[in-house]
């Protein structure tokens, strides 16, 4: 249970805000590389921590992410001309390049050089850097002097054919959908009847193990990019041994899934569009070999953990204003436990039903919500040391490296010290994986 201010703390993200301020030093995905498909291309509005803004591709090809709204009287840059290494404000011409510099100020002939005098240069909207990586673009929101290497994750590291990444948006706080993504104890019983069907989970044995304990132990562990949260269950044909699955937190807002026999990995980053909404970032990527034709199908179709969308956006089909086309029927008969079809919607419809932030002072944490407690823990002290000046977890590149693994291990072996081999691999290996 938390108290109102510290749930406060941990949920708002907005500019000032210590959770905000700590978001800002980490570069996060702001948007798919295929919104901007080429130079001169429409702008795509972004709206991220809060903040309203517009991104566009130049001529050059550089992106631009900067204030949405023309700085001569507030008319939103969606409108924009992309023309000539600017976007360019219908209203009065007002023109700024990727930077957010105005480079042309047409409707003021009188100032000096026709427009491009001392009040020109005096007008900057703000902007963020942007760098493209693994067919995302992602953003740093931060102090220049302070900006990180880029984000060294694994699926940003391998090939294009090897990743397939999507996102969708969750109506709600960042911090529930987080939980609920290292959140190993629900699997057994939402995820149910999705385990036995879903193209991209069928065939595990760890399947069964997860279906016959419903009460996991969890173990969490530090590491230098944040958290290792075990589960541990029992092995229905092996009282030696457990089943292991252990899910790295990567900061700020990064998982890994545990993998399922052959199947690709799976990795989510929740990324706070304002207090009460977030995107969900769900990436399928096999370390060791390209994704297969069947399985990039399965993941258009919105199996796994992907979602189908309502065309023409990044909201799901099943979303709040058709109450995720619950079917009561499938729910009685078992189909579905929670009555909601496919693995990522059964997930965002119960985070969403919480409200748009859960009130965090009339929960019940169990020993199952462990790995919760210490990743609200981490982000409360990353927040602290960010204000002190201190070093932030997960910030440099090597400390993101890092994988999910699943795996059996005799009873006496602490998974901290003998899956090392399968949560820090070369890259290029397969994964260990039940
Ligand atoms: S409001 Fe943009 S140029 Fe006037
Ligand atoms: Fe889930």
Redesign the pocket.
């Known amino acids: 249970m938390l108290t109102q201010a510290q749930n406060d703390t941990l949920t708002k993200t907005g500019p000032g805000t210590p959770m905000g301020d700590l978001f800002r030093r980490y570069w996060m995905p702001a948007l798919h590389d295929y919104e901007l498909p080429e130079p001169d291309c429409p702008p795509v509005r972004v709206k991220l921590l809060g903040e309203r803004l517009i991104a566009f591709r130049d001529t050059q090809n550089r992106i631009g992410l900067m204030d949405e709204f023309?700085a001569?009287?507030?008319?939103s840059l969606w409108f924009g001309r992309n023309e000539q290494n600017g976007l360019r404000?219908p209203?009065?011409?007002?023109k700024y390049d990727v930077t957010g510099q105005c480079t042309e100020l047409p409707?003021e002939g009188a100032d000096a050089d026709g427009g491009q005098g001392p009040m020109c240069k005096r007008i900057k909207l703000k902007s963020y850097p942007c760098i493209e990586l693994g067919g995302v673009i992602w953003t740093y929101m931060g102090p220049s002097e302070l900006q990180p290497a880029p984000p060294a994750l694994e699926w940003t590291q391998v090939s294009p054919r090897q990743r397939y990444a999507s996102k969708r948006l969750q109506e709600c706080n960042y911090l529930q959908a987080i939980e609920g993504g290292i959140d190993s104890s629900h699997v057994s019983f939402l995820h149910g009847g999705a385990l036995k069907t879903d193209p991209l989970f069928v065939g595990s044995k760890g399947n069964e193990y997860n279906d016959h304990d419903r009460m996991p132990f969890f173990e969490v562990a530090d590491f230098p990019g944040g958290l290792l949260i075990g589960a541990r269950r029992n092995v229905t044909d092996n009282p030696e041994q457990y089943y292991w699955r252990i899910t790295p937190f990567i900061m700020p807002s990064h998982s890994i899934i545990p993998p399922r026999a052959g199947h690709p990995l799976g990795g989510h980053v929740w990324v706070p569009i304002d207090d009460e909404n977030c995107w969900a970032w769900s990436i399928n990527y096999h370390p060791g070999r390209d994704l297969k034709e069947s399985e990039l199908a399965a993941m258009k179709d919105g199996k796994g953990i992907h979602v189908k969308y309502t065309p023409g956006t990044f909201i799901p089909l099943q979303n709040k204003t058709n109450d995720y086309l619950m079917d009561r029927a499938a729910q009685k008969a078992g189909v579905h436990y929670s009555g909601v079809e496919g693995i990522a919607m059964q997930d965002a419809s119960l985070q969403e039903s919480m409200g748009a932030v859960q009130d965090r002072t009339k929960e019940n944490l169990c020993p199952t919500d462990r790995g919760i407690v210490m990743m609200r823990r981490l982000l409360q002290q990353s927040a602290d040391a960010n204000h002190a000046g201190k070093p932030l977890p997960g910030l440099d590149p090597k400390e993101q490296h890092v994988r999910s693994c699943s795996l059996l291990l005799p009873k006496e072996q602490a998974f901290k010290d003998h899956a090392r081999h399968g949560l820090f691999p070369p890259l290029g290996t397969d994964p260990v994986t039940v």
């Open positions: 023309c001569h009287r507030g008319v404000c209203y009065h011409g007002w409707s």
